[in-house]
């Protein structure tokens, strides 16, 4: 029963991470139809800058900041000066993209060596609550919480602000947004910055659990890819639901079956592609 | 002498040197250099069939052409002999391909890259985590070559050879694909696929047709590969091989038939040079990619071949009738 309990625990704080690192690609991917396979390399990148602040001595989520920071920074320089210049242009932006991503992985190779990397949990996360007569570990329980919060800001954001009904309007129609003033390419960038920050920050409250190691990168892009397929492109509330979807199935898949959980978690994406090819919360684009 | 034009006399001279580069090269390393082009070259026509004819860009052909060859080698692990091996790799490679195909053309565009790049890490995944089937991280081991015909493809020559046959025929094949009525078909899907709808023709068959075929060949080419590095590894089915087959079709220049077999020698010599120096392939890989798109959209052949035909033609027509032959559809 317990191992049962604690499995879906690990679910729920790995479908909060995914959540944090497909919110972004679903906005990217949705919003400004950029295919961005950099997404894995912003989350294992931050997680390395975490990492190097956290030996540094720096408090845990001062250093999720930070490094969230840091590759808004990258992220929007990478959008402004390059991907910009390719705009509804998918091969050149594919191949941009997943050039950066090469270089990304080489460079962590070169700076933070083959060896994975772990962070202690900090001192006031470790642990466990009892909740009648369970056991829950503190540290999973938060992560989740910083993603729920980070869900509803992000719905708000994009629902109810005027940010969000210009973001939208970008979207919906980008030369007439043009025209009443709203400057879409500054949304644009903001919007990647945005995306790459809350991957990187992913990366570093996850480093703990998950570890930092080469390959990490190429591992989390198609979980990031599978959630929005799922979920439908654009939709947050498609990138939660499917977060939480594959988070149970890759915690579970790999406590029963051990060499195909990595294959299982595709299934419900074939599935959805056959059956509803536009994701779960997904609109039909014409 | 109206048969002899500029293009005949390439295709000849390029045929001859093919064909007798053991003898000029020499050494057994650069031949098997050259072996690896023309079986690299192979995988990326397939591959271009999709990406140039069919507007359709596949992250996911490393699957196929690992399928291919994981198949190979555990039929082989498993005492079955050549033929029953290869006739297996391609009934599985064809079969996968299908299965690709009906997925991944649920979509256009995006969705139908993101969609090969997920079914493509299936493979991986089954190749690198389901050790029991595969051998995991270890890899298979490939022990013989076959000896079609009894002569043995255990030297570098010979097994050069066998390669360049089978380039040949990919390329003859090729080229009749793209001349074809479905070639044509296929290339209006590309550029007007609702019309070609309005027109009757059925765009999602044509393309699933296409995707066979592209996956048909891949398979060959990991059925080469694998004899020619006699191992296979988890490593052939990851994103890297997709993304540098994809680099050797756009850097030679899509949408055409030398394109992809430019690009091969380009790739597979760059990495060959590089990783005789540093080991950091990956990092040069993306540099490239990088470049290539912000300094040479269209990419590196199509650029410097116009400049060459033109200036070729303009000193041929001086000599003879103008070729007024227009060779080659550019992409969008």
């Known amino acids: 029963m317990s191992l049962w309990l604690t499995l879906a625990v690990n679910s729920i704080a790995l479908g909060g991470l995914l959540f944090l690192l497909s919110a972004g690609f679903s906005l990217i991917f949705g919003l400004m139809r950029i295919p961005n396979l950099m997404h894995g390399s912003f989350f294992m990148l931050g997680a390395y800058f975490g990492v190097s602040f956290l030996a540094f001595g720096i408090n845990f989520w001062l250093a999720a900041l930070a490094s969230g920071a840091a590759m808004a920074v990258i992220g929007g320089l990478i959008e402004r000066f390059l991907l910009r210049r390719l705009e509804g242009q998918i091969l050149p932006q594919v191949l941009l993209t997943l050039g950066f991503a090469f270089i990304i992985a080489d460079i962590c190779l070169m700076v933070w060596t083959g060896d994975p990397w772990q962070p202690t949990t900090p001192t006031h996360l470790q642990g466990a609550v009892q909740v009648a007569g369970l056991f829950f570990p503190i ?21 109810w602000t005027r940010l969000g009904a210009m973001i939208r309007a970008g979207v919906d129609d980008a030369p007439i947004a043009r025209v009443v003033g709203i400057k879409v390419s500054q949304l644009f960038t903001l919007i990647f910055a945005l995306g790459a920050a809350l991957a990187a920050f992913a990366g570093v409250i996850g480093a703990p659990y998950l570890s930092v190691y080469p390959g990490l990168d190429f591992e989390m892009l198609p979980l990031a890819l599978i959630v929005v397929i799922l979920g439908g492109s654009g939709s947050l509330l498609g990138a939660l639901v499917g977060s939480f979807l594959i988070g149970f199935l890759y915690n579970f898949g790999q406590a029963m079956f051990p060499d195909l959980a990595y294959v299982i978690l595709f299934l419900p994406m074939l599935l959805v592609l ?8 997904g609109k039909v684009v014409s | ?25 020499g050494n057994p390393y650069y031949i098997n250099v050259s072996s690896q082009i023309l079986l690299f070259a192979v995988f990326a026509l397939a591959l271009n069939v999709l990406v140039g004819y069919g507007g359709l860009v596949s992250l996911g052909h490393a699957g196929l052409f690992a399928m291919a060859g994981y198949t190979g080698a555990l039929m082989l692990d498993a005492g079955h002999g050549h033929f029953v091996a290869i006739l297996a790799a391609l009934v599985v490679t064809l079969a996968t391909s299908a299965v690709f195909g009906v997925l991944a053309l649920r979509s256009t565009g995006i969705g139908f890259l993101m969609i090969t790049l997920a079914l493509g890490q299936i493979v991986w995944g089954i190749a690198y985590r389901w050790a029991g089937l595969t051998n995991g991280d270890n890899g298979v081991n490939v022990t013989t070559r076959p000896a079609p015909l009894g002569i043995s493809l255990a030297s570098a020559d010979y097994f050069y050879y066998a390669t360049l046959v089978v380039f040949l025929i990919a390329v003859a094949t090729m080229a009749v694909f793209v001349r ?3 070639g044509a078909a296929l290339r209006g899907t590309r550029d007007q696929a609702r019309r070609m709808n309005a027109l009757g023709y059925n765009v999602w ?11 048909f ?11 020619y590095n006699q191992f296979i590894s988890p490593q052939v089915s990851a994103l890297t091989t997709s993304a540098e087959a994809l680099l050797m079709v756009i850097s030679g220049g899509t949408a055409t038939l030398l394109g992809p077999i430019i690009g091969s020698a380009l790739v597979v010599i760059m990495k060959n040079v590089v990783s005789a120096y540093i080991e950091r392939w990956n990092l040069v890989l993306g540099v490239i990619f990088v470049l290539i798109i912000s300094f040479m959209p269209e990419g590196l052949v199509p650029g410097s071949v116009r400049l060459w035909r033109t200036g070729w033609q303009a000193l041929w027509s001086r000599l003879s009738a103008p070729a007024a032959r227009k060779t080659g559809e550019q992409g969008p």
């Open chain 1, 139 to 159: 540290f999973r329980l938060v992560i989740v919480g910083v993603a729920v919060v980070i869900a509803i800001a992000l719905w708000l954001m994009v629902d």
């Open chain 1, 274 to 281: 056959v059956l509803r090819p536009q994701g779960l919360f």
């Open chain 2, 1 to 25: 002498m109206s048969w002899i034009n500029s293009r005949r006399v390439a295709i000849g001279v390029a045929l001859v040197l093919l064909a007798t580069l053991p003898v000029w090269i």
């Open chain 2, 180 to 182: 074809s009525p479905f």
């Open chain 2, 205 to 215: 068959l044509i393309r699933f047709l296409a995707f066979l075929f592209s996956g």
């Open chain 2, 217 to 227: 060949w891949s398979g060959v080419a990991g059925l080469l590969f694998i004899y």
